[in-house]
């Protein structure tokens, strides 16, 4: 009886270690690039099609999400010829269980490596909230990409509107729409950390983009997320979702939160091509 527990114990150490193993490689593994097209109705007559490429959630803090992990993800996106990049915030981590800890500065740096033609914006997170955001921001722009807080710019054929993060409360749509409106008209692209501010949009756009959720980081068979972050549960946990005549996009993010650790929810990004309806 008491060898028969021993082994037990050793058999459950054992699937133990080897799940930790396991969550440490996947959290580590290259994001799977999930593509989409998205006809929008009054695309503009003679224009390409754009390819948008968001991400979030990259977490940059030790052990899985170093600088040079960044800049090696960034020269593998980059392969993919992107007309603009989104990142919907969490640029920076400060976890409890991380190795290291880097400054703004060294967290902005890396991003200076993704390509685009129509340049980088980020919508802030709460984890960016929840350190020296002014020094984020000011790190970033040196570099040339754009941070926007309940802004909106226009790059070519659209129009990007960046809600500030929600969760932290900082968040303003009214503001972010008006910003919008004074842009003209024209395809209308929404990023922001959360899905959560998809209810209160007041009207429905061409697409938003969001993350927070890293989809749950750790997905259970059969059970799924074992949390998403999001007061609206499951409705906006993960992936392509049509809520309210509109497209949304959640991405699983590229670093990690509270665990270095991902089971059932790997790295992705997302490559949306928007144009003509086929």
């Not at 040079?68 to 992107?82: D, F, K, Q, T």
């Not at 997170?125 to 309940?150: K, P, Q, S």
Request: aromatic share 6%.
């Amino acid at each position: 009886m008491r060898r028969n527990l021993g082994l037990a114990l050793l058999a459950a150490l054992a699937l133990g270690i080897g799940l930790l193993a396991l969550g440490y490689s996947n959290a580590r593994a290259d994001p799977i690039v999930r593509k989409a097209y998205v006809p929008v109705s009054d695309w503009p007559d003679g224009v390409p099609p754009l390819r948008v490429l968001a991400l979030s959630d990259v977490h940059v803090s030790g052990p899985d999400m170093p600088p040079e992990r960044v800049v090696r993800i960034a020269e593998r996106l980059n392969r993919l010829s992107p007309d603009l990049i989104l990142i919907a915030g969490d640029l920076i981590s400060e976890k409890g269980t991380a190795t290291k800890i880097y400054t703004e500065e060294q967290v902005a740096a890396p991003f200076a490596a993704f390509k685009a033609r129509y340049g980088m914006i980020v919508a802030p997170g709460n984890h960016d909230h929840w350190v020296d955001l002014d020094a984020m921001i000011a790190a970033l722009e040196t570099r040339g990409i754009t941070v926007l807080r309940n802004e909106a710019v226009r790059r070519g054929p659209v129009r990007i509107g960046a809600v500030d993060d929600d969760y932290t409360g900082h968040d303003d749509i009214p503001a972010t729409f008006a910003a919008l409106d004074a842009l003209g008209t024209g395809p209308t692209l929404i990023v922001s950390h959360t899905p959560d501010i998809v209810p209160g949009l007041p009207r429905p756009v061409s697409a938003i983009f969001a993350g927070h959720t890293h989809c749950g980081q750790i997905s259970l068979p059969v059970i799924g997320p074992i949390a998403t972050m999001s007061r609206y549960g499951d409705r906006f946990a993960c992936g392509k979702i049509r809520d309210g005549g509109q497209t949304v996009f959640v991405g699983a993010g590229l670093g990690t939160s509270i665990l270095p650790l991902r089971l059932g929810a790997p790295p992705d990004v997302w490559l949306v091509t928007f144009g003509p309806p086929r």
